[in-house]
C-alpha cells in the first residue's frame, strides 16, 4: 500500500485506548498519530467515511485533563497481520489547540 500521508506520524509504545463518545464503547488502541489523522488497532471492521465522536484516555494525566475529546472520520480500514485485528484510519476534524498539544506531548512520552 502507497504511503500518501502529508504529516509525519509516530508511533506509539503504548497504545492509547480510544472509545466511543456516544455509546462509551471501546473502539481500539491507537496505533499511530498525527495533528491530521491517526490509525487504530480494531477488532472488526468498520465502515469507510462514517463520523465518529471519540474520546481518547491518557494513562498520565496532561495540564489536569485526563481525556480528549474530538470527532473524527473513518477512511480506511483493512485486516492486520493476524487477520484478527483490524487496522482503520481517521482523520481527525475540528481539533482544539488543546488537543493538539495533548496529542503532541503524549506522542513524545509514549514514542518509540
Not at 6 to 12: D, F, G, I, T, V
Request: hydrophobic share 40%; proline share 4%.
Amino acid at each position: 500500500m502507497e504511503d500518501k500521508r502529508k504529516a509525519k506520524r509516530s508511533q506509539l509504545i503504548h497504545h492509547l485506548r480510544v472509545f466511543n463518545e456516544a455509546t462509551h464503547e471501546f473502539v481500539g488502541n491507537l496505533g499511530d498519530i498525527s495533528a491530521q489523522g491517526m490509525m487504530l488497532f480494531m477488532e472488526g471492521p468498520i465502515p469507510e467515511g462514517e463520523l465518529y465522536s471519540l474520546r481518547m484516555d491518557f494513562p498520565e494525566i496532561f495540564d489536569n485533563i485526563q481525556s480528549v475529546f474530538f470527532q473524527a472520520r473513518s477512511i480506511w480500514n483493512q485486516p492486520g497481520e493476524n487477520e484478527t485485528i483490524f487496522q482503520a484510519g481517521f482523520v481527525l476534524l475540528d481539533c482544539s489547540e488543546t488537543m493538539l498539544t495533548l496529542i503532541r506531548r503524549a506522542v513524545d512520552f509514549y514514542q518509540d
